[in-house]
């Protein structure tokens, strides 16, 4: 479980290295997964929140809320988690730990030669590969922009 901001997701590759590298085994027996906090809550006076996982979430959770597309005319509350410290203990557990409600990635490997490919240039020492590599996958990701 990780932040679900930009940094987050850098510590999640940090963490996913470490366990192909070192711990393979546990991904191939299926026991690696990354639990999904948001990275918005919707509010609108006093309906349940929506929690979003991205951007075209938190605009779907305003019409939702509303039926606007203004946040401002709207009326509602946006709270961008740029961590998970920044959670209550209680939005904490109904989002990312309640086993009911959290979202969890299984981690697999698809291609292992591929994946220690992208791993190896990831942590490598050489930059332009690594910046085309992430400019060319940016709009894959739930990249904090």
């Not at 085994?25 to 509010?43: D, F, R, S």
């Not at 609108?44 to 039926?67: F, H, M, Q, S």
């Not at 490598?124 to 990701?141: K, L, M, Q, S």
Request: glycine share 6%; with cysteine.
């Amino acid at each position: 479980m990780c932040d679900a901001d930009v940094d987050g997701s850098h510590i999640v590759t940090l963490i996913l290295t470490f366990f192909f590298r070192y711990m393979k085994e546990l991904i191939e027996q299926g026991y690696i997964y990354i639990a999904a906090p948001p990275l918005y809550q919707v509010k609108k006076g006093n309906k349940e929140p929506i929690y979003c996982w991205n951007e075209e979430e938190r605009k779907a959770a305003i019409v939702t809320l509303t039926g606007k597309t203004d946040a401002a005319e709207a009326g509602v509350k946006i709270q961008r988690y740029k961590g998970l410290g920044e959670m209550n203990a209680e939005q904490l557990w109904e989002t990312t730990m309640d086993p009911e409600r959290r979202t969890l990635r299984q981690v697999t490997i698809y291609d292992e030669v591929q994946t220690d490919g992208v791993f190896t240039m990831l942590m490598g020492d050489e930059v332009p590969p690594r910046r085309e590599f992430i400019e060319e996958n940016a709009t894959y990701a739930n990249i904090d922009v």
